[in-house]
């Protein structure tokens, strides 16, 4: 979601569930869930100080800031969180989002670090391993002032455990389509986008539809599947709570299969399995 | 007839357990390359024990395993448990009678008031100052009341949550009772918003027993293989601290949430030659640890924490393995 370039198998391979770390050929037949997905751990970066910092700040440890993972982070165009800008703030809440979503559509087992759904902060400190006071310990006021992201978190999670058709015992294999804003899939170095289909009927679910902007503007995809009334949005993170996240009685309908993702967002969609 | 394991004790199982038919404790420690094990029994006051029992290797040795089975009625008021072991002084050995050890299998350990880590890694008797297993006169149950609990087991629906129990609630805005905060009581009060989250397995960063005061305060650093850390709980004796440890899985069984642990079996908090001697050095130093061949670095690192647990020793690796299954069948 930083917007790296040649990112897209690489992203491809995690959402499938990292079938290359796990075969599941006839002499290995690991299954999706061995594997573990995670943005974050308690070693390295909190969710919001991915997209806060780019330069741990450790010294608290005693280490002159040599300790810590370098971790890939990207501090939304503002280093910190003292005077950032709103646009940042709100960039950074959008990639908080986008990150949980695409975390939450992966197949394989997810882990989420306690606090992120509130976007907890450790200040920078990548590595507080000796900090046994306000830097680690979990900051519950953050639930209320980020109850936004703690509502599409939630969501997230109810919409996968509604959704078995994500998590599967075994990887995704025939029923996901890879696509592009068009109908073919771009792994140029320069792509930053990446949709892909997953029927459902396998698993007794619906079928899903997701589109990825990791671009820095707006872009046009279309859905080559089906007739555009037949898809529900469901999440668009470039709209703000509630609207990122629309629950199943709220979901509209498209008007039109081409749809607009804006810059940095994940949108999903939905459409009903028949009978 | 007297029986032979009411004289000279049983070699298993490892650790102090208690033999009800006979109100005694059976006491079993590995040290291969001891030549004098003394089990040290006290009560409160621990720089005098209440009972010192020399093991005879005539009858109190099997094979690797040092034993003895003691009446309780022998030790009135013990209330904790360590042992002083002598052996070849020279390198790999670490052997050093000063130390007081507390047992690798030991289900609770208690730092006194005066605990000092420095004086475990100095010269000299570190009695009074060193941490000490705590004896049950009880089976290793403790009689919990497991109810019906089950393990829920989550498919399609898992959603692991790796949380600290310490830093989870420790904040006062976490609304839990201030006497609650960072504890295993604490998080129970959790499990509401746990379920609202809709997790559905919570991965707990390491819970075994370390040394309070080596700073590491995530727990990577793990002294007791057995022994839940203590800070996490109220209460200071065995039965009480697990109860508090198993009251939060059983609540988050009860509220459909598996428990995984983050185990750390790699490494101990003893570190290298300049850290303390608690338990495991002054055992078996090159049975329980990795060692080099420099003189300057003794330990084998591959992890930058101090040392290396050498699990190609069947004791070590059937240490690791009881640990496993200590938690997973008494502590669920």
Request: charged share 25%; glycine share 8%.
């Amino acid at each position: 979601m930083r917007g790296d370039p040649g990112m897209i198998g690489a992203m491809m391979q995690r959402l499938y569930g990292s079938s290359d770390l796990f075969p599941d050929d006839v002499v290995n037949a690991y299954h999706a869930y061995q594997s573990v997905n995670y943005v974050t751990s308690h070693d390295g970066f909190t969710l919001w100080d991915l997209l806060t910092y780019e330069t741990k700040r450790n010294t608290a440890n005693g280490h002159d800031n040599s300790d810590g993972p370098a971790d890939i982070s990207w501090n939304s165009g503002f280093e910190g969180e003292d005077g950032a800008p709103p646009d940042v703030i709100a960039l950074r809440k959008r990639q908080a989002k986008n990150l949980l979503c695409l975390l939450f559509l992966a197949n394989g087992t997810p882990m989420l670090r306690a606090g992120d759904e509130f976007l907890q902060t450790q200040g920078g400190n990548n590595n507080p391993y000796n900090q046994d006071n306000e830097t680690s310990w979990l900051d519950w006021n953050r639930l209320e002032s980020h109850a936004d992201v703690f509502r599409f978190a939630r969501l997230m999670i109810a919409f996968r455990k509604a959704h078995p058709s994500l998590c599967r015992s075994r990887f995704w294999r025939e029923d996901v389509r890879w696509h592009g804003t068009g109908p073919a899939v771009d792994l140029s170095d320069d792509s930053r986008s990446l949709a892909f289909s997953l029927s459902g009927a396998s698993q007794g679910d619906d079928d899903l539809y997701v589109m990825v902007n990791a671009y820095s503007e707006p872009l046009p995809f279309t859905i080559p599947d089906g007739a555009a009334s037949e898809w529900l949005r469901i999440v668009d993170t470039g709209c703000l709570s509630p609207d990122d996240f629309r629950e199943s009685p709220h979901a509209v309908p498209l008007t039109s299969a081409r749809y607009v993702v804006g810059p940095r967002s994940v949108v999903v969609l939905q459409r009903p399995r028949r009978g | 007839m007297t029986s032979w394991a009411s004289v000279e004790g049983l070699p298993l199982p490892l650790g102090a357990t208690w033999a009800a038919d006979e109100g005694a404790y059976n006491f079993a420690i590995y040290a291969r390359h001891a030549e004098q094990v003394t089990l040290l029994l006290y009560g409160d006051d621990l720089r005098t024990p209440v009972l010192t029992y020399r093991c005879d290797p005539g009858r109190n040795k099997s094979g690797h395993v040092w034993h003895c089975r003691i009446p309780a009625t022998a030790a009135p008021g013990a209330r904790y448990y360590a042992y002083s072991i002598d052996g070849p002084r020279s390198a790999p050995h670490q052997f050093d009678p000063d130390k007081i050890l507390f047992d690798p299998y030991a289900r609770a350990i208690f730092f006194p008031p005066e605990f000092d880590r420095e004086a475990a890694r100095r010269p000299g008797s570190n009695a009074g100052r060193a941490p000490v297993g705590l004896l049950v006169a009880g089976p290793l149950d403790c009689n919990f009341d497991w109810g019906d609990d089950r393990h829920p087991r989550h498919e399609a629906d898992t959603v692991v949550y790796e949380l600290h129990v310490g830093a989870f609630t420790a904040h006062p805005s976490s609304g839990v009772k201030e006497e609650r905060r960072g504890t295993y009581a604490g998080l129970i009060e959790k499990i509401p918003y746990l379920v609202e989250l809709g997790v559905t397995v919570v991965e707990l960063m390491p819970v075994f027993q370390f040394d309070p005061s080596d700073g590491n305060y995530w727990g990577y650093m793990p002294l007791g293989f057995f022994a839940p850390h203590d800070r996490w709980a109220r209460a200071r004796e065995t039965c009480e601290q697990h109860a508090e440890f198993r009251s939060l899985v059983q609540a988050l069984h009860a509220a459909g949430i598996e428990v995984v642990l983050d185990v750390v079996y790699n490494h101990t908090g003893e570190g290298d030659h300049r850290g303390p001697v608690y338990s495991f050095k002054g055992i078996d130093n090159d049975g329980y640890y990795m060692m080099s061949d420099r003189a300057d670095a003794p330990y084998e690192d591959f992890t930058g924490t101090g040392n290396t647990l050498n699990s190609a020793n069947p004791y070590v690796r059937r240490m690791i393995l009881d640990s496993l299954r200590y938690w997973a069948r008494e502590m669920r």
